[in-house]
């Protein structure tokens, strides 16, 4: 939701919004009249999306002026067949679009273009006065004498304020956006600091310098091992079939309803590790969070499989969701360089390339050993962010907890059948 962030803050600033802002995702199953109506809500949308971003080159191109966001706005007002807010939201999206990549060419990066494709469909935005709620059903409006698009509203949300709604097309089917204000949770009060240091392997692992976490990534790798493995299936029975063939297309839903399954499995994987390491800093009254950054690694070459598994690790989405769980604590996340962290030494200084999961120092006058590699990288990143450099005889963590996170089990979905 691209308006999200930017709508909520400017509430929070005028006092308006009592909570944090969540965003709840959920899945459409509609009639084919809905799925018309949603259709053709879209299509709409992307006239808008077509008509903001036509006349704004046009009068650049014709008179050398660039129209500002309350012109358009003002100019389009009651010009289509949807809500007058999702007219306005999608003309707060381009603008915001436009001046992220102006930005981006005065910083040196000319290879980012303005908007410029033509859209046949577009993600529709329905804020505070576009929303009744009715009963148990969710009602969105499309503008004066025009049907709105009624969806059942989750018993979860109900009794709960909705700032905004989008609809949004995922895969093969809607889903609804809703942002909704939750309860605000207790701030931490302290001000200890910790380090986390992210792996493929470790999900996650955190300490403090007396303690440390290490949270087991395995279940998050295997369901990506099976994805590969699957999607494999699939792709070499999709590409022994015809277009348009009734084979080719149940094979394309069960693909899609797989990857639907799979999607929802890794993500509530993610979902628990980052829980467990957001309840860890709770406990500890942590204030503030240092989060290495491997984003070099990826630019390693070792080799095909090594290399497929470097490129679906999701540090990034395991970075966001931790960020915003601390955050709603009061907990702050900096993210800093990880380099030399696992390899350098903590009682010589020392830089030895490991190869396994236990440190060994390649001094030989030094000879230390036994310590955990993504403990000892988590120590390294805490030494880093506290004291500016790795300092000889640093203190290590004397208790090591291992954990694995806290999944359901998942429910089977039907097998693709022989082709």
Sequence with gaps: MSQLQRN??????????????LVEKIPLKLKPTEETLARDIQRESARVWNTVMTIHRLFWFKYGVWIDEAMMKEFLKGRFNVHSQDVQAIIETYYECWERTRKLHEEGHPEWRYPWRLKRFFTSTWKVTGITVEDKNLRLSNGWKKPPLKVKLPARLKGMAIKQVQLVWRRNGYWL???????????????????VDPGEVHALTL???????????????????LRNKTLRKFQKAISRTKKGSNRRRKLLAAKYRFLNWIGAQISHAEHAVTKMAADWCLERGIKKVYLGDPQGVREQDCGRH??????????????????????????????????????????CGKYTKQTGRVYQCGNMECGFSGMHRDVLGATGILDLAVNGRFTPGRKLPEIVSYAWPAVLAPVQVSKMKAA
Aim: net charge positive; aromatic share 4%; glycine share 10%.
């Design 177 to 195: 956006h809703v942002a909704v204000v939750k309860p605000a949770l207790e701030k931490v009060q302290g001000d200890a600091v910790a380090a």
């Design 306 to 347: 090594h290399n497929q598994r470097m490129s679906q690790w999701s540090f990034g989405r395991l970075r966001e969701l931790l960020e915003y769980k601390l955050k709603r604590h009061g907990i702050t996340l900096e993210k800093i360089e990880e380099r030399g962290t696992s390899g350098t030494c903590p009682l």
């Design 8 to 21: 909520t803050t400017a509430k929070k600033s005028k006092g308006q919004t009592q909570g944090d802002v």
């Design 207 to 225: 300490t403090d310098g007396q303690e440390a976490l290490v949270i087991n990534g395995r279940h998050l790798r295997s369901l990506r091992r």
